[in-house]
């Protein structure tokens, strides 16, 4: 039997619709590093849904990339990024950040999320320290939309985190690696248009919404990082070959699918939870998107590894753990319905 892969939602290939445009166009020739029609009708589609027609558009082939060359663009070299502790830069990027030369500044999330009284808190904390001048000055915050645990930020979460942000000259940035399934989400209340007005800088994920490989960062007003493009070529993350990341955000953001295309998703991540709840699993909490965290014991971990692949997440304690199922664009009722036979049935 073929174990159910439902580890991560990057783990198929594209969206049809990108595979057949870029099957369409593979023998056209086409100017380098996203100079193209495509590239520029892709971020033209962009700006429109982001309702932001001055914005700056560049597309990055990955997340830790797009993080990589904003935050370092963005920062001093005496300053640091401020993070949930379980952002996807403090922990899953094998330390980019301190890298390039900045320190990440965490912040005990709660299920993912900080708020801005916490952000307060660390800059009063900041300037209230008579030796501040000898510590790593907090100069940006970084979220994602959704959360490392598929939490969402509210719109008047973003809204009270914004006011904060610009009352110390913070630019916020966020983090959109699986934003589709953010929009998908019936909790939702954010939308691109929310994100272009509150953030200084973010991205759109397509690597795990529905294309091979590829991220458009969003910048509103050009005038924040001159240079940008510059920017992204000396720190290696420029394709030469960037219509290929054109092509796909042309096709998400063709008649609104990204606005779409997490929404099966979001309806079999559901009927996965009720699944687990029904035959006696216990949620780590209920995220309203993509992503499944449960708590199983040790000694079924083996068994479940047999079948279906899934992500370790934390000990929970010291007889059961907390692991993580992922639905993506790609699932299928077909997956789902075999998962829930094995959760059922054999675990």
């Known amino acids: 039997m073929e174990k159910i892969m439902m580890a991560s939602d990057y783990q198929c290939g594209a969206y049809p619709t990108i595979l057949e445009a870029m099957a369409k166009t593979n023998l056209q020739a086409r100017a380098g590093y996203g100079m193209d029609e495509i590239c520029a009708r892709a971020k033209e589609r962009i700006r429109k849904a982001c309702d932001c027609e001055k914005a700056e558009v560049e597309f990055l082939s990955g997340g830790t990339q797009a993080n990589a060359v904003v935050i370092g663009a963005l920062l001093k070299s005496y300053q640091g990024v401020i993070s949930a502790d379980s952002g996807h830069v403090s922990v899953h990027e094998a330390g980019a950040i301190e890298h390039g030369g900045h320190k ?59 006011v904060v942000c610009h009352r110390y000259h913070l630019p916020l940035y966020v983090d959109g690696a699986r934003l589709a399934y953010a929009l998908a989400a019936k909790e939702n209340d954010v ?93 780590y909490f209920d995220s309203p998107t993509n992503q499944i965290f449960f708590i199983i014991a040790n000694d079924k971990l083996e068994k479940l590894g047999e079948k279906a692949v899934y992500s370790y997440m934390e000990k929970y304690d010291e007889t059961h753990t907390v692991v993580r199922f992922a639905t993506s664009w790609s699932t299928t009722k077909e997956d789902v319905d075999k998962l829930c036979k094995i959760i059922r049935e054999n675990v």
């Open 104 to 162: 990440v500044l965490t912040i005990k999330g709660k299920l993912g999320k900080i708020s801005a009284d916490q952000i307060e808190t660390m800059m009063q904390d900041y300037y209230n320290d008579g030796n501040h001048d000898h510590i790593v000055m907090p100069g940006m915050v970084y979220l994602s939309q959704p959360t490392e645990f598929g939490t969402l930020y509210s719109k008047q979460e973003l809204e009270d985190i914004s």
């Open 191 to 283: 939308t691109l248009s929310d994100l272009a007005r509150l953030c200084d800088a973010f991205y759109i994920g397509g690597t795990k919404c529905g294309a091979f490989i590829g991220e458009a960062v969003v910048i509103p007003n050009p005038d924040l990082i001159p240079h940008f493009f510059t920017i992204i070529k000396q720190d290696g993350a420029l394709l030469a070959k960037g219509w290929l990341l054109g092509i796909q955000f042309d096709e998400l953001f063709k008649d609104d699918l990204y606005m779409h295309i997490g929404e099966n998703a979001i309806r079999y991540a559901e009927q996965i939870k009720q699944e687990l709840v029904k035959d006696g699993y216990q949620l």
